[in-house]
């Protein structure tokens, strides 16, 4: 990898996916990142290797664009990579690539097949094409047409979730959840017209249930060059997720996998639709059919990525490698077990039921195979305020999952 050229990261949010990504940036090249967001998070308070900076309505275009402007012509002939750390910041950057390119070194796919990718209903169709595999699933496009959860082509209970998640966000109301379970038809009927009322405007997707606890989740992260070609993919079995109403879903324990025949799977379909950048899919096993099956793609790197950069794909290093010399011919498959959490080990043992996957995770504690993104030494030691934030922040947990067993 060569570059004279100054380093610069460039982050858009403030929550741990942007934190885990300027500790794989100070890791492998020494470099602290800059973040703009609207309002920091304890995350990336106090931290050493981020320089955070607030700025109003910096989630829209009107200002987002000025904004970094003006920060690349204070920091001309630098390398700047810009990143977004959420599906609202990453979706700015796609819509603005052409603008923003001129400064930075943006990752990610072109507009068109991002806002096929983006909504759920047409992702699903996607997948038809492409033979891989997703629950059964029902679109509810607004509220008349609710009538549809009588009668449907599965049994209850069933998943409620918007097509478009940056559209459901931008419409808050009381009760919010990422995704909904519906036990019956009447329960469905409800939360659709819940979110229909709030004023969102898209579809809904109503999916077969997939029996089974966090333990059946998988994430598969991949990384696509400037060529569209696959350059990395990274399989994460998920042992624990966030059990809080707005967190669901969030992983916080994962343990690198290789499944072969999922992996080329997706490496067929990324580079058939001329994929650029990171794509993060969430996927559940099957245990009915024993299939895996995928629940939407991430236009961006997950907010769980440092598992990826513990595996040994340190993902500053792709974007840096792709930006400058290219990342060669080579795929790299992710194949030996590492462990990566956020949440104390103690609460995570407790969740694990299968024995062998136990001594697994155990083992490659032992060993030193295994990371957790916010304990970093360097931005720890010497920095009171952080280690007081971090530590503070890992025993809230403890009564997280009393609350949200």
């Known amino acids: 990898m060569n570059t004279e050229k100054k380093i610069i990261p460039v982050l858009l949010g403030a929550d741990l996916n942007c934190y885990s990504v300027a500790r794989a940036f100070h890791e492998a090249f020494g470099v602290k990142s800059y973040a703009f967001g609207r309002y920091e998070l304890g995350t990336t308070r ?28 204070e920091h001309e002939g630098a390398l700047m990579i810009l990143v977004g750390c959420t599906d609202a910041y990453a979706d700015l950057i796609i819509e603005n690539k052409d603008v923003l390119s001129r400064w930075f070194f943006c990752a990610c796919p072109n507009a068109a097949l991002a806002k096929q990718l983006i909504s759920k209903e047409a992702f699903y169709e996607m997948c038809v094409k492409h033979g891989m595999d997703f629950p059964k699933t029902v679109i509810v496009k607004n509220e008349t047409e609710t009538d549809k959860l009588d009668a449907l082509p599965f049994s ?3 998943i409620v979730k918007p097509s478009s998640s940056i559209r459901y966000w931008q419409n808050p109301f009381d009760g919010m959840k990422k995704v909904y379970k519906a036990d019956t038809p009447e329960k469905a009927k409800e939360i659709a017209k819940t979110i229909f009322a709030s004023g969102y405007d898209d579809s809904l997707i109503i999916q077969d249930f997939i029996p089974g606890d966090d333990s059946r989740m ?11 070609k696959v350059k990395m993919m990274c399989l994460g079995h998920v042992l624990l997720e966030e059990h809080t109403p707005k967190g669901i879903g969030n992983h916080v324990a994962i343990l690198t996998e290789y499944h072969e025949e999922l992996m080329m799977t997706v490496r067929r379909f990324l580079e058939a639709e001329g994929y650029t950048g990171f794509a993060n899919f969430d996927i559940k096993f099957d245990v009915r059919d024993g299939k895996f099956k995928i629940f939407e793609i991430n236009l961006r790197q997950g907010r769980s990525n440092f598992y990826v950069t513990t595996a040994g794909a340190n993902i500053a290093k792709l974007l840096v490698g792709d930006a400058t010399d290219g990342l060669g011919e080579d795929i790299m498959l992710m194949k030996e077990p590492t462990f990566w959490h956020t949440v104390p080990k103690k609460i995570i043992y407790s969740y694990i039921k299968d024995e062998e996957t136990a001594r697994a995770v155990r083992m490659l504690v032992k060993q030193g195979k295994t990371a957790s993104s916010l304990f970093y030494s360097y931005d720890l030691r010497m920095n009171p305020l952080r280690l007081a934030y971090v530590l503070i922040h890992n025993r809230r947990y403890y009564k997280k999952y009393k609350l949200y067993p």
Request: hydrophobic share 45%.
């Open 46 to 73: 106090y931290s050493k290797l981020v320089r955070f900076h607030a700025v109003d309505n910096v989630d829209t275009a009107e200002v987002l664009l000025p904004t970094l402007e003006n920060f690349a012509k």
């Open 156 to 158: 209850y209970p069933v």
């Open 218 to 228: 998988y994430v598969l992260t991949a990384y696509c060059d400037q060529n569209a």
